[in-house]
C-alpha cells in the first residue's frame, strides 16, 4: 500500500461494483426478472404481494429524498421476492395539475418579457451579484487534498433560482430545449423516461409493463379518473359548492396545496371586518360618496375585543380605496383587500373590484 498523500487513490474497487451492478441489472432486463403475472390458480396467503408507490411528480427530475422512500419498499418486495412470493411492483408518474401549467406559462411569460433567450436584470443580492461581491474569496489557496466551495454564506443565502428559465438550465438543458417547455405536453415526454433511466439504474425490482404517466395523454388512466369522480358523484360523495380556498385569478381556479409552486402548507386564513360608519357630513375627498353608505373595514382576528376598543388608526402612508361592495354599501380599504373580497362575492361586480376614489393615509 502506498503511503504517498499526493499519489491518487486507486478506484479498482468501485469499478468492480459499478461493472458488476451493470451486469446484474443487464440480466434482470434480459431475463424479465421482475414482470409478475397471475397464475391460473388462486394464491395462497403469502403467494403474492402488491408494493405501490405515490407517483412522483414530473416537473423536474427525481431527487434523493424519492430514492429514500422508495428504498423501504423496494427492501419489502425484495424480501417477498425471496421467500418465494409473486411480487408486483408497478410504477407511475404523476403529471397531472397545476404545477407543470403554471411552470410552463411562467417560461412562456418570462419568454416574451426577457426575450430569447432571456437577459434578466440582476437585483441587488441576488445569486450574480453576490457571486461578483464575492470573487476573492473563491481564488484562496486550499491544500490540493482539501475541499473548497467556491460560494460563500452570503452566496448560499441567496436562495435557489429565481427564474423559471434558470431552473431549466440547472437541469442540464440548452436554450433550443428549454424553448420547447412553454408547451406543458412536453413536460410529459421529457422527464418521465429520464426518471425511468434513473429508477433502473436504482436497481428498482418494477414491471415496467405496468408503468404510465397521468392526465389525458394517457387515455386509459384519464378514463379511470373520470369513472372514479362520476361514481363518487352519483353516490353523493362529491358536490359541486362553494368553499374558501387558495384560488390562481391567473389560472382561473383553485390551487390545492401540491399544485403551488411556493406556498405548500398556507390555509386560507379567515378575517372578521369591523364596519366603522362613516358619519355625515364627509370631508371634501368623499363628498362624491354622500347618499351612499361608507364604512372604515378594518380586519381583525380577534373580534371579541372591538367592544372595548376606542380608536381606529389610519397607516400615514397608507394608500386606500373607496371600493363598492354592493348598491348601497361603499368600504374604505386596501386594493389588495378589495380584490380579496371580490373573489368572495364582496363586490358589486363579481370579481372586479370598482374603486370610486383613491385616498391616503
Known sequence: ?????????????????LNNE?????????NKVFQADPGNDSPSPGEKFFG????????????LGHAFSLSKLEFGAAYHRLRGSNVLLPFAFHCTGMPIKASADKLAREIQQYGYPPVFPVAEGSSAAVADATQADQVDVVAPDKFKGKKSKAT?????????????KSFGLDDEEIARFQDPY?????????AKEVLKKFGLGCDWRRSFITTDMNPYY??????????????????????????????????????????????????????????????????????RKVYLAAATLRPETMYGQTN?????????GAFEINDTDVFILTARSAFNLAYQHLSRVPEKPTCLCELSG
Not at 22 to 30: A, G, I, S, Y
Not at 186 to 194: D, E, S
Not at 236 to 242: A, I, R, T
Open 186 to 194: 412536453h413536460w410529459l415526454t421529457h422527464f418521465p423516461p429520464l
Open 156 to 168: 448560499a443565502k441567496a436562495g435557489a433560482q429565481k427564474y423559471q428559465w434558470e431552473i431549466m
Open 222 to 291: 384519464d378514463a379511470f379518473v373520470k369513472w372514479q369522480m362520476r361514481k363518487l358523484k352519483k353516490l353523493g360523495k362529491v358536490v359541486k359548492d362553494m368553499r374558501y380556498t387558495i384560488y390562481s385569478p391567473l389560472d382561473g381556479q383553485p390551487c390545492a396545496d401540491h399544485d403551488r409552486a411556493t406556498g405548500e402548507g398556507v390555509q386560507p386564513q379567515e378575517y372578521v371586518l369591523i364596519k366603522m360608519e362613516v358619519i355625515s357630513p364627509f370631508p371634501p375627498k368623499l363628498k362624491s360618496l354622500e347618499g
Open 52 to 63: 405501490n408507490f405515490p407517483y412522483p411528480y414530473m416537473n423536474g427530475l427525481l431527487h
Open 1 to 17: 500500500m502506498s503511503t504517498n498523500p499526493d499519489e491518487p487513490k486507486s478506484r479498482a474497487r468501485t469499478d468492480f461494483l
Open 22 to 30: 451493470l451486469e446484474v441489472q443487464k440480466f434482470w432486463d434480459e
Open 312 to 320: 381606529c388608526w389610519v397607516l400615514p402612508d397608507g394608500m386606500y
